[in-house]
């Protein structure tokens, strides 16, 4: 699992007492402009108050009257704060000239810069979850694991494959989710009645495919491969991999495995060790959950 | 303009799954209010991170969130611990709803209930709430 971290700092552009306001237009270029490059930014008013998101730094950034406003302050003093004037030269340059200034901070204080990572990753919701374990079987990434007290939980957000949903596609209770898929249910949009039609018809993978679907993925994976050591012809093995691609998707329903994950998938022996510690953590939880029913 | 509500705006900033015209009008107008706001880059990204800001923002009460699915943020959220609760949290979904619509709801001066039809979730005790402020 990623280690709790806070963003690295937030900017303020601060308009309250002792500055002169910014224009909306210079508010809201400066705004985006930051957002876009991940930055958080916090828009303080006269008379307005900074809520505590735990950021130990904080860069305030406004058309102070003075060096800095009067009677701005750490209440609790655990913040660091770090004033910069926005004078006419960078107003008139724009938001560009404001982003550089942030990131010249930055720089200064070697802050870790925000973003490099498309936040792709399995979300799920509870409140449907049946804890049946099969996104835990299913997942060769070790993406999910199992809590202390025997729920599925998403651990390790960043092995999973960008833009690929096919664990919630296997989940039998529409539970898990792809907050940044295009389409619903899994991107979280409410679930209708054709959902649950679909999902009431979906039937389990490895009976459907006579076996282990891994198997069968890394059959194909290896068939692949093998001809394409042998012909060594970028072309025509672009072109199989297309083919058996094809042909896996529409074995297995429209799961949407992206083709790289195909081409990357573990060796056999790697496969077959994470499937049997996935039933071993399957089997434990789902012991501990049953346990659990007996004691009440 | 006074606004009792803590309002946070969404940017999604690394997808492109919320209409740009749509989000980059939410922050416009909001810029144009006279409100003071939050705005973070990415709630998915905060979430993956378990950000403790998010425990923060649940641990607020009226707060309104410009994002996406109530469903999606609401989770988002409880994977990073942080669970809000629909009596306190009113999510705005900008993938489906017009910039006016949210920005309306943005700014109305109505309190959050249980009765509202949005949501989010969460903690009952109120926190330390101010880092910088004006006396």
Redesign the interface.
Known sequence: MISPVAASWRVVLYEGEGSHPLGADERFEATSALLERGYAVSNVRPGGRLPNLGHADLLVLGRFVGEKPPHVEDALGEVRLHFHQLDEGIIEAGAASVLALVEAEQNEQNVTPPGGWKPWFPVIDFDRCTNCMQCLSFCLFDVYGVSGDGKIQVQNQTNCKTDCPACSRVCPDVAILFPKYKAGPINGAEINSDDLRREAMKVDISSLLGGDIYALLRDRSEKAKSRFSKERDDERALKERMRCLKKLQEGLGDLEIPAEVISSLPSMDEIQAKAAEAKRKAEKALQQQEQSKHDV | MANPC?LLYC?????K?VPREVK?EV??Q???S?????????L??????????L???AQ?ENVRIAA??????K??F???EAPIQEQTHRVLNM??ESAAEIVSRLLSTEEITSSNEDMAAVEETP?????????
């Open positions: 803590q940017h999604c900033a690394y997808a799954v980059q922050l416009k909001l810029s144009e006279g409100v003071a706001f939050d705005a973070v880059a990415d998915c990204e905060m979430s993956a991170r378990q950000d403790p800001a425990l923060q923002i607020q996406c699915y109530p469903r999606a943020v989770w988002l409880a994977a990073a993938r489906t926190i330390e709430e101010t880092q910088v402020e004006e006396p």
